[in-house]
Structure formats: C-alpha cells, structure tokens
C-alpha cells in the first residue's frame, strides 16, 4: 500500500513558477505519484521581511518512510537552488521550501521531523492551499478537519490565489 504524503511548496526567489513546476517534477521522479495540486497562493514572508511567496499544497503517494521523505525533499530544495536550511526559526529567503505536513494519519517526532507539521493550525497560507484539496481531512492531533482549523485560524496575513496554476 502506498503512504499518501502531504507537502507544501513554495519559494520567494528568482523565477517562482519555474521553480514550483521544477519541484513537483522532481517530486514525482524521485519521491511518488504527484495525485494532488492545490492552486499557487501568493503571501508575504512569514517571520522575516523579504519578497512574497508563491505557496501550493502537494499530495504524493510513496513507498518511502517519512525520514526518507525528509532526506529526498532535502536534497530536492538543494538540486534547486537553496544555499541554506533555516536554523532555530531564523528564516530567509529561499528558491525553494519542502515542508511535510501530513503522513497517512500519523503522528511522528524526533530530532529533525514533526508529522504534522507544528505549525499548520497558525498558518493561514498553509491551512488555505490544504483546504483547497483535503478540506475533510483531520488533523491527527488537532483533531478537527482542515476546514475548522482555518475557520479558527487567528492569522491575519493576506493570502491571495494566483492565475497560475501546475
């Protein structure tokens, strides 16, 4: 049975487009079955000042554990251009981000992974591209739909959908 692996994508730096169709390529050559594509959001940095974001919400089937799944993102954002991993949330601009937000239905932590992902429920320009495509999905922790979770979101920031889509 293939693990169904939920990602969001996105990147502040140079040809954003590119960059995102760049990663749901590599994604589906190295990782699974690209299934699911949210549209591409657009939001300011988050935690630090620089250019937008462009963000999309991803769904791939895989037969890699989660800590694989880390290791080959890793190496994804690096093919594409990232020079540096953000360290203890002192963020910067970067061509590409990978973050993994779900993993089946699992929960998962150690030293360098949290499935989900810690931060969705506060993230509007997260939980907005996840409700686009698994609204009903529940958060294994929370334990309320993605739905809810931006229904409850306090975040503030603009998120804004753009005419582009992969």
Same mark, same amino acid.
């Given at each position: ?8 994508? *996105?990147?502040?730096? *140079? ?28 939001? !300011? !940095? ?34 594409? *251009? ?6 203890? *949330?002192?963020?910067? !601009? ?73």
């Amino acid at each position: 049975m293939k693990n169904k692996l939920t990602l969001l994508i *996105g990147g502040n730096v *140079g040809d954003k487009l590119f960059y995102l169709q760049k990663t749901v390529d590599l994604l589906s050559e190295k990782l699974g079955d690209v299934i699911k594509t949210s549209s591409i959001y657009e939001t !300011a !940095a988050w935690g630090f000042e620089s250019d937008d974001f462009y963000n999309m919400a991803v769904v791939v089937e895989t037969n890699h554990t989660p800590t694989d799944c880390l290791c080959i993102t890793q190496s994804i954002e690096f093919e594409i *251009g990232r020079k540096e991993k953000s360290i203890d *949330g002192n963020y910067s !601009a970067r061509c590409m981000d990978i973050d993994l937000m779900f993993y089946n239905d699992i929960t998962f932590h150690d030293d360098r992974l949290s499935i989900p992902h810690l931060k969705i429920q506060e993230r509007k320009f997260v939980l907005i591209p996840l409700n686009e495509i698994m609204n009903q999905y529940i958060h294994p922790k929370e334990e309320k739909t993605i739905s809810e979770l931006l229904s409850e979101c306090s975040d503030q920031s603009e998120v804004k959908k753009i005419n582009e889509h992969i």
